[in-house]
Structure formats: structure tokens, C-alpha cells
């Protein structure tokens, strides 16, 4: 499995281009593999023959592992891509590994593992189920410490979850889950594609760990809808850029983030990490209608027209499907634009394991009462709705208007003689 961004560890084998036995040149594109949210194509190294594949479609593969034997026609360049290439002599028969014996308790009782340390291969199993955090406290670890393994997890699965609704107290009763039989009715049957099904079990899990609360402002954009009407064309020749809102809006939120850190952080069992960097997501749409979060990273460092650079990249690759895997890793803030949609505000969904995301609405024309030393007057002003929901684990309401406010405020306190 070849390494396909800096903090990439496993690929899902997507679908094999080239069968067993078939022969193809250097560059053709042997195997789909997914990333998170991303598709990567892995090409031949060089021209030759497809020995044997060694995972199939839908195979979590760690990097590094072999997923396929080649034959490489002789002379062929050795490349580094991590397949295998076919052996000379009989290869050693391997040992079969030892099952682990499933070590998850089947009794009713359990012990709320307060010190809770979960890798990444538990915390990527507890999304695909949806298992939250909470839930895996309860499940005995038999790892070193208490840990828990993929063993622990794979019982508690086939023991069918006795700790899912179970409260921490038994002699105390506590609200149970019914088991409603709802009538779905009848219709057309549209199965899921593999990116929807990821952002389902990624937006379950979210409202599942962080009790999210939204508070709303709603700004006034008008000096800075002046000044971008008046300067993105002279901005696209001077800098070959499109000067659309989001580089505006990523400029405020980070300057915001910059005087309230502790949004810019995420939970990790009782320790809250404040981010060093500020990395700013941005939910983009995708030709098949799914939403991908590519990321300006480093955006509090960068100027006007690095932001646009940044931002008109990520979105013209998201259109074209050719983000890579660290396109789209590392964010520390999340910021929706619903408004593209003509929504006139949201309620977003935190994007894990963030603390806070922003949703920016459609700018509108509305009448408003201007307060003047003169006297009150009425006013056509460019405004726009701010939603932000926050983690309530990690994020009081204090702060997190604050922040609101704050970025409010740096779109509001726009300089219309700022220069290009």
C-alpha cells in the first residue's frame, strides 16, 4: 500500500484496474484506493504482469503492507511502490496467525475506564459502528494498562453491544432507547455511494460525542461587499486570482481564532489540545453532490492573495476530483458557506475532532435602522447571518459568542481603502 500523504496510515482498496494474469505498461493505473474521503489511482512502476491479487475491494489496507505480486519485464526500473515482486524460488510456507481469543466481557456490569486511551485503529472501528466515546469507556480493555485492542472491540460487536444503553450506576434506572418499528413506506431504492455512506457514519458520530450547541449573530457586510465588488477585477489582474468571499471570511475567522486560542482546539479524554497552527477548512460541494473539507493551511500567516491562491486551488481540485489525501487533512476549524446554497443561515455539524465550525449565510439586502450622533436613519445594508456550533464539553457559551462576535466584528470593521 503505497504512502499517499503525510499523515495517511491505511488505504480502502476501492477496486483492482488490472485482473490476475493480465499484462499492462509502465503508468497504467493498477488499483483505486480511498483515503478518507479522497481517491488516489496507484500506476505500475513499470511494464509487466499481474502475478496475484493479495487484498480484495473494500480491504483496509495499512501503508507499507503488500497488496499485490508483479512480475516486472526484465531490465524494468525497481521502483519503490510497495507491491512485491514475484519470487524466483518457492516461497516458505507461512504459519497461520493465531486468532485472539475475544476477550470482552459478557456480563451486564461494567467498569468506566476513566483513563481511556483509544488508537487509531479502535477509534476508526468505533466510527464505522458508531460507537462513542463514552460507549467504549465501558468495554474492558485487555491491552497493556487496561488498553483497549481490536480484539476487545471486535467481541463487544459480536456480543451484540450489552453496554450501549447501560447507565454507569445499574441500581439507578435511566431512559432506554425504544425499539420503534417505523414504516419506512415504499419508492425508489437509491443505494448509498461509499463517500456518502463515510460522511453518514462521520455525521452520526459527531452528534453522537459532542453535545453541540449553536449560537447565531448576523453582521453587517456592507463595507466589505463595497470593497470586493470594486476591487476583484483589478485583484484578478493584478494577481491572475478570483477574489470571491471565502478568502475574505477564512482572513476574518482566523484573526479571530488568533484572540480566542481555546476554539481552536480538541478534546483528548480529559486534556483539551490547543492547536498550534490554524488550519481552516472549507465544506466544498463535489460534482456528485457530496461535500468534501479541503484545508488552507496556515491561513493566520498568509496574505489576501495567498488566501485566494489557496482557496481557488482546493476548490478547482474538489470540482475536478483531484484532491490528494493531504488536501484535505489537518484542519483545526471548520468554516460552511450554506449561503452558496441560498440558505439564510445553518446549523452545522462539528467536524470531528474539532471544537467549533462556522456556517456563513447568504448576504442580503435588508432595510436597517443606522444609529447616527444626528439621529436614527434607515438604511439598505448588505447583512448576513453567522451560526457557529461548539462542543459544550470543551466550549462555554461565553467564549463561544466571544469568538462569534468577534469575527462579526472583523467583517463589520472592514477598511474600504485598504489597497490590492
Known amino acids: 500500500m503505497p504512502k499517499m500523504g503525510e499523515s495517511i496510515t491505511e488505504g480502502t482498496i476501492i477496486n483492482w484496474l488490472v485482473q490476475e494474469g493480465d499484462s499492462f505498461e509502465e503508468g497504467d493505473i493498477l488499483v483505486e484506493v480511498a483515503t478518507d474521503k479522497v481517491d488516489n489511482e496507484v500506476p505500475a512502476p513499470s511494464a509487466g504482469t499481474m502475478i496475484s491479487h493479495k487484498v480484495s475491494a473494500k480491504d483496509v489496507v ?34 497461520a496467525p493465531k486468532k485472539e481469543k475475544p476477550s470482552a466481557s459478557k456480563s451486564k456490569n461494567f467498569k468506566v475506564n476513566e483513563n481511556l486511551f483509544i488508537s487509531p485503529l479502535v477509534d476508526t472501528m468505533a466510527r464505522k459502528n458508531h460507537i462513542s466515546y463514552e460507549e467504549l469507556a465501558r468495554i474492558s480493555g485487555t491491552g497493556k494498562d487496561g488498553r483497549l ?177 493531504d488536501d484535505t487533512k489537518g484542519s483545526t476549524f471548520t468554516i460552511s458557506n450554506v449561503g452558496t446554497f441560498g440558505s439564510l443561515m445553518g446549523t452545522p455539524i462539528i467536524n470531528q475532532p474539532e471544537a467549533a465550525i462556522l456556517a456563513t449565510g447568504i448576504i442580503k439586502k435588508r432595510a436597517e435602522v443606522i444609529e447616527k450622533p444626528e439621529g436614527d436613519t434607515i438604511e439598505i445594508r448588505n447583512m448576513m447571518y453567522l451560526s457557529l456550533s461548539f462542543d459544550h464539553r470543551i466550549v462555554d457559551g461565553y467564549l463561544a459568542g466571544s469568538f462569534l462576535r468577534r469575527i462579526a466584528d472583523n467583517m463589520e470593521d472592514f477598511d474600504v481603502n485598504r489597497t490590492i
Open 62 to 95: 495499512p501503508v507499507g503492507e503488500v497488496i499485490a505480486i508483479l512480475e516486472l519485464e526484465e531490465g524494468a526500473a525497481k521502483k519503490n511502490m510497495n507491491f512485491e515482486e514475484k519470487q524466483t524460488t518457492a516461497p516458505q510456507k507461512k504459519q
Open 149 to 325: 485492542r481490536k480484539s476487545d472491540v471486535t467481541a463487544y460487536l459480536e456480543e451484540g453491544r450489552p453496554f450501549q444503553f447501560a447507565q454507569a450506576v445499574p441500581e439507578v434506572s435511566g431512559f432506554q432507547v425504544p425499539d420503534l418499528q417505523f414504516d419506512k413506506g415504499k419508492g425508489k431504492i437509491v443505494e448509498m455511494d461509499r463517500m456518502r455512506e463515510m460522511i453518514s457514519d462521520h455525521m452520526v458520530y459527531s452528534k453522537h460525542t459532542s453535545p453541540h450547541v449553536t449560537a447565531y449573530v448576523e453582521a453587517d457586510l456592507t463595507d466589505m461587499v463595497t470593497w470586493r465588488n470594486k476591487n476583484k477585477g483589478p485583484f484578478q489582474e493584478k494577481y491572475g486570482e478570483k477574489l470571491t468571499f471565502t478568502p475574505l471570511f477564512i482572513e476574518a475567522v482566523a484573526s479571530a481564532i488568533k484572540d480566542f486560542p481555546m476554539i481552536n482546539s480538541s478534546l483528548d479524554g480529559k486534556n483539551i489540545i490547543v492547536k498550534e497552527e490554524i488550519n481552516i477548512g472549507m465544506a466544498t460541494a463535489l460534482p456528485s453532490g457530496n461535500l468534501i473539507v479541503p484545508v488552507v493551511k496556515n491561513a493566520d500567516s498568509k496574505n489576501l492573495q495567498e488566501l485566494a491562491a489557496d482557496t481557488n486551488v482546493l476548490v478547482a481540485k474538489a470540482r475536478d476530483n483531484k484532491l490528494k489525501g
